[in-house]
Each structure stands twice: as structure tokens, then as C-alpha cells.
């Protein structure tokens, strides 16, 4: 296949046109915004996507809407901003100007102490505020989840996004008044061109297609695939991995498509957590309180399903609750597909069962049965933006008696890999659904899993807690009321 190649990536920066040809593979856009372009107000806490400090706006045109998310600048690379409008809290208020409706509303409600963190809470709450001018206190602490302030408490803050507004007029705000002159701009860089940025290894790529992006993968099957960065960003940030060359596949709307007919959802690759949440959830309300508490909002509006699960992480958020649910992969090299069950995918610790130049294309989720029951339990040391020490799915049938005609249990972070629980599972199947079988189950999980001990959790806390999280399950099919953690109060349970 013959595309046409640009050498340059571009991209609108505030109220500037940027256009560059010598870039590194690695470069960040927090370096790019701070050191290149003298740009002080994004600034670095932790370098990993968990403090929101560098917090900036990122606009992308989608199906030809013009949408604004807020994004880690620490650990998002300059390379996949190509069509993109990148906007930072420099540009929100003019040289003598009146401070943006946001910022005075941080002002007027005393919601910055030292000030560090306070560039990234207003963007995030500038963000917010463009999408639902009038949020809720839950809705404003869901777009705070990944902002970080050691001074006020938060209290403030929350304060602050209810004033914005009383003081402005969204109407009149500048990316609200401007939006379609921006659309345009942005709609004209798209020329539908390979981007190539350097040579030999230090380079990466933007595919011009999906296609473009197979033929890549499998002619150089070496390639670091990035889709949202949230992971590979760190291995440069804090590991300082060489990861070139790289190829991005966040521009690829192909792979940003969801699809839903009547066997379920198929949602491509590069759909992130933000776009996947409403049909999820709508499908799937057992999944609301999981994908809520995946990062922060800044990395659920840059990391993808397909990236959590080409990953491979034993502690991936998505894999148990998918696996319990049947997913499965599409698996493409060059013009070939195939298809593999997602609890197939796995091997072991580091490696899925994915050929050299094959890449995950999308991920199609059947639909419950009727008379399913279904439910994933997340368990972290803090509730909001935290890893996994143990996530468990639980998907059951039962069949005209209310005996358990099917079981499917996979926990994350007990083994190298998500991994069902085909012992627990039998003790089921089959089997009276009541106190006596929950028991000869959690019994079960003994021979399932082995857990290792880390800094997250012990083996004996992990095991026992997999035992718990069943006994939970069966208890709420019973009609116990399912725990609910306060909000307030960070800590999981």
C-alpha cells in the first residue's frame, strides 16, 4: 500500500499554529510546553500522571466535534498531538486582563494555599465547567479524582467549580465563541498523510490508516505501539526506557469506533475509558463504580481498553471484569484478523498469546443473559486513583430450579495474569446456590491462585479477600445491600 508522508507533526498551541520536524520520540508535552516553549504555568509534580499538576486541555475533532479533555502533560508525548489543540492556563486570562471566570473563582473562594497545584485544578475545573456548567458535587470530585492538593483540604476547590457560574457567562467563553473556527483549523491539518518524524530508531510514526498501521506493525513488528501513554509514559518518565521507534495510533478515528448490535459491544482499540463510560454502563451498570475509579479524570480521557489489555498487567482494571463477561479480542497482522478469548489471551507474566507484528484491533463484549448475575469488586488502599490489590468479576447463570447452571470468577492481581478460578468455579457449577456452596468455594480459591506479597498487599490479605469478595457476592444476590464507601472518606474497604 502506497500513502503519501509528512514529515512534520502540527498542532494548534493556545492561540498559535506549531509546526515541527525535529521531535524525540520521548520528548513529553510538559517538556515541550516548559522548556521549549517558556510556558511556566503547566507545571511537574510527579512525572506519572497521578498529581495533576501539569493538567492542560487537549482538543481533538471526532466524527467532526470539536472536544476538550483534560490530559496529563507529564506523560503525554509530543508525537500524538498532530491535529490536536493543546490549550494551557497561560493563555485563560489576557496580559492586564480579568482573570478567567475560573481562576476568579478560585480566588474569590481562597481555594489555593501554596499555589503548586492550583494551574492544575484549573484546568481540570475549566474543563469540567465546559462540559456541565452547573456539575454536581459528585460530578466536580469525579473531575478532580486526578488532582492532588496538600494544602486546602478540597473543600475550596469544590467551592470554587460551584461559583464559576455565577461569575461568567459560558457563552462568551473564548473556546465556546471560538469553537468553530478552531474545528476548522484543526479539520485542515487532517490530510489524511503517514507522519514519519526522525530516522533509523529515533522515530516515530502516525499511520495514515488502520491499514497503513498493519502494514507498519508487521514490516517491523519491534515498534512500540502507543495508544494513550498512560503506562509507556511512565517507562520513559521514571524508568527511562528507549522506547523508539513508536508508532501512535491515537489519531486513528478507525480504531476510536463502538459498536453495538444485538449480540453485544465492540469497541475498538483506541477507545478510551471517557468515551467507552456511557455505553458501559448503560449496558453494564455493574461497571459504573469500576470505571469510575479507573485514575483520575485526565487518565481515563487518554488511556484506552485495547492498550489495558495489550498491556498484559496483572493489575489491568478492565481484564477480570471482562474475561467474567466472555470478552473477546480481535487480533489483526497486516490484512488478517483473528479472534481469541480474552481469558485466552493471557499466557503468563509478560506475555499474551500475540504474534510479532499483530496488534489489538478491538475488543467485542457479549451481552448478560437474562437471568445472569453479574459484579466486579475493586479493592485499592485509597479510593480514588489507585491501583488494584485485588480485583474480582463474578458472572453466574442459574437455571429453572435456581441451581448454578454456569460460573465464571477471575480475579486480577492474584497471579501473573487475570486469571479465572476454574476450581472455585466447579465447586459451583452445578451446585445448590447457598451458604454451603459459597463456602466449598471459597475453599476452592486456595487451589486457584497462589498470590504473591508486595507493597500493595500480602498473599494471605490477598487470598482472603478474593474469599471475601464471593461471600459478598453471593450476599447481595440474597439482597443484602452492596457496601458503598464514602466518598469523603479515602480509604477502600
Known sequence: MTVDTRNTIRFLLNHRPVELSSVSPVQTLLDFLRLDRNLRGTKEGCAEGDCGACTVLVGRLLDGRLKYETVNACIRFVGSLDGCHVVTVDCLATSGGPLHPVQQAMVDTHASQCGFCTPGFVMSLYGLWMENPKPSVTE???????????????????????????????????????????????????????????????????PATVDDLAEIYEAEPAARIVAGSTDVGLWVTKLMRNISPVVHLGHLDELRRITVDEAGITLGAGVSYTESFPVITGHFPQLTELWNRIGGEQVRNMGTIGGNIANGSPIGDTPPALIALGASVVLRKGKQQRIVPLESFFIEYGKQDRHPGEFVEAVRIPFLNENARYAVYKITKRLDEDISAVCGAFHLTFDANGKVAGAVIAYGGMAGTPKRAENAEAALNGAEWNEATIEAAMDALGADYTPLTDWRASADYRLLVAKNLLRRFYLETQGAEPVRLDRKIKLAV
Open 140 to 206: 466536580i470530585e469525579k473531575a478532580l479524582q486526578g488532582n492532588l492538593c496538600r494544602c486546602t483540604g478540597y473543600a475550596a476547590i469544590i467551592r470554587a467549580a460551584e461559583a464559576i457560574s455565577t461569575i461568567g457567562d459560558l457563552g462568551r467563553d473564548p473556546l465556546v465563541l471560538e469553537r468553530e473556527a478552531i474545528g476548522q483549523k484543526l479539520a485542515a491539518l487532517k490530510d489524511g498523510k503517514r507522519v514519519v518524524i526522525g530516522e533509523g530508531a529515533e522515530r516515530f510514526v502516525l
